[in-house]
């Protein structure tokens, strides 16, 4: 078995089961025992396969930002490239859904879709913060590209943009850089955001973030972190984790694909203070960002009721067996306290 | 603010927010630059505050299983406790919801309920494995006789038991022991389960799990790991973790706490036995496991659709930005290979 998505048809949940990122149990008994024991953060000294200079040890880029015009040549600034060991490939023809049985009938897909890196910075020491705000731009210059690319491909349905940094927060490599999954199924978060907006919009005639948006800059301020001409950054009212912080558009958006340049220099720019405020409160702490946006295809562009954001997650508590079991998550800093202690980090003019 | 409920109404998710268990800004700094780097399990080293001898330290027992009759005494086996620092507490009056402004009406609740903890054994040094399976069986009555003094409440509807091993699981004391957590809401995971189920049923005229049961020990027997008289543990078809392991009985019951003196008495040995298996192939690893049983209240006594299992999940790897943002797992182990290994896990006598 190659790789394949098989559906949890009681949580209503995608698994991506993938083989060629598989190990035989006595890798996972490694693992554990270092884990258990105390988790050594990778060694962050250079150079690694993300540095200029692996190009073609990784394989063709997807998409690549550099003065130059020659694919794949030491030049880059920003890199995108497919994953190693990827979750899905785009290498299956048939997506007829399968299943096993009659209990499990068409529970299960190959494991089609694109995995790829997105390498922030041919420099293997920097992160996002140290970044100039024009670099971050073109970091998301590449998500949009990539976004944009997969909305050709009517398989794909839903891109999810992310970002691991740490060992704690999944990551595996030091060197900056975030990823991109494409499926063509719909995942049951995406599902459950896109029915509740709908639904808010269905009682109210008005977009729920938008609404969220006027709550937080007008009404209460007090989980307002930041804020620039086209953007803020607020403590969400029901957060999951500790210091959860999302990066909203003031103006009313569905598809982060689609904003224009000015927007994403500003965007790039928020996003930059608010990664070097979390550095310098926490001590360089691992962390996730997850980009929410529309799903793939023309259908989903400008709809009036979904409103794209960045959900940045440091990890500063464990969720346990609570939080896995229920779906609920304890949070010991309740958003005001958090959004008041992140509001006021002081931080020295770059 | 001591503690209180907060609905996140675009992901449809309840989060406890808990001041009582707060923290200052600068002890997550500490945290994280300790975690960031390695994780040091926390000292193994006895006695702590969950031994014997330490009963008035922790407050009043709410259950213990005891040969003597004295409450609160140190001859205890198994011992219930209301959490130190919990997340909810019963110590609130007024459950009416109220909310803030128009956008989160009815989005705040008093962090009302019960967050109490289960001392598996007096001993500081043993684990499940490592207890007479007849003790295991006093663990598993423990959790029926809480549920069941939960049932009379009808403000409560919602009670999770688990379990956390290890740092990395989200424990922060090693002295075996687990947990459970009644809230006066139902959380998104129980509602989609349920859900499912009945629509399972409704097309069916069938219980899911049953179907799952019958097809898993009769039909395609590669995800079966072990079987008793009751129950059974199986590598669910579309696991989220490598080597997830649901421990399920094989007649239709929707109650955990409602399984009678041999069927306890087989759970506890095969819980015994698959905890064993784990410890043994992956070198005492973290864990978690939650009890997935029917609501709260006499109306959900014996559902037809509804049946119970426990989720027993290694933490052998960590999910990152992808898995937070989806909802999708990537999971690099297939269930019947993972399967095959811990069916072949070999015991020695005890």
Excluded at 91 to 109: I, K
Excluded at 151 to 180: E, I, W, Y
Excluded at 181 to 197: C, G
Excluded at 318 to 338: H, Q, V
Aim: charged residues 25%; contains cysteine; negative net charge.
């Amino acid at each position: 078995m190659a790789s394949e998505l098989r559906h949890d048809q009681l949580r209503q949940r995608w698994i991506t089961i993938s083989d060629k990122r598989g190990k035989r149990p006595s890798d996972f008994e490694r693992m554990s025992s270092q884990r258990f024991g105390g988790s050594p953060e990778a060694t962050n000294r250079g150079p690694c396969a993300f540095c200029p200079g692996f190009e073609l040890v990784n394989g063709h880029e997807t998409f690549a930002i550099r003065d130059g015009d020659q694919a794949d040549a030491p030049d880059w600034r920003v890199r995108v490239i497919v994953n190693k060991y990827p979750a899905v490939s785009m290498d299956y023809g048939d997506l007829q859904p399968t299943g096993e049985g009659a209990v499990f009938d068409e529970c299960r897909l190959p494991g089609f879709g694109s995995h790829e890196v997105v390498i922030e910075t041919p420099s293997h020491d920097l992160n996002i913060p140290e970044l100039p705000a024009s670099h971050v731009a073109e970091v998301l210059k590449a998500y949009q590209a990539r976004i944009n690319w997969f909305q050709n491909d009517p398989r794909l349905k839903f891109c999810q943009v992310f970002k691991n940094r740490g060992n704690r927060a999944g990551a595996s490599m030091t060197h900056s850089h975030s990823q991109l999954i494409a499926l063509p199924v719909i995942t049951h978060n995406k599902i459950t955001e896109l029915d509740s907006a709908q639904e808010y919009y269905n009682d109210h005639k008005r977009c729920m973030m938008c609404d969220v948006v006027e709550h937080d800059t007008q009404s209460v301020r007090s989980r307002l972190i930041d804020e620039n001409e086209f953007f803020i950054t607020i403590a969400p009212f029901a957060p999951s984790f500790p210091y959860e912080t999302w990066l909203v558009p003031k103006f009313h958006s569905s598809n982060f694909e689609s904003i224009g340049e000015d927007e994403i220099q500003a965007m790039a720019k928020l996003l930059k203070l608010t990664l070097r405020k979390m550095d310098l409160a926490f001590g360089y702490p691992p962390y996730n960002y997850t980009l929410q946006t529309a799903l793939l295809g023309k259908e989903h562009f400008n709809s009036s009721h979904y409103h794209w954001y960045l959900d940045i997650a440091p990890h500063l508590a464990t969720p346990g067996g609570f939080e896995m079991g229920s779906g609920c998550y304890i949070n010991c800093m309740p958003p005001e306290k958090g959004a008041e202690f992140l509001r006021n980090v002081e931080i020295e003019p770059q």
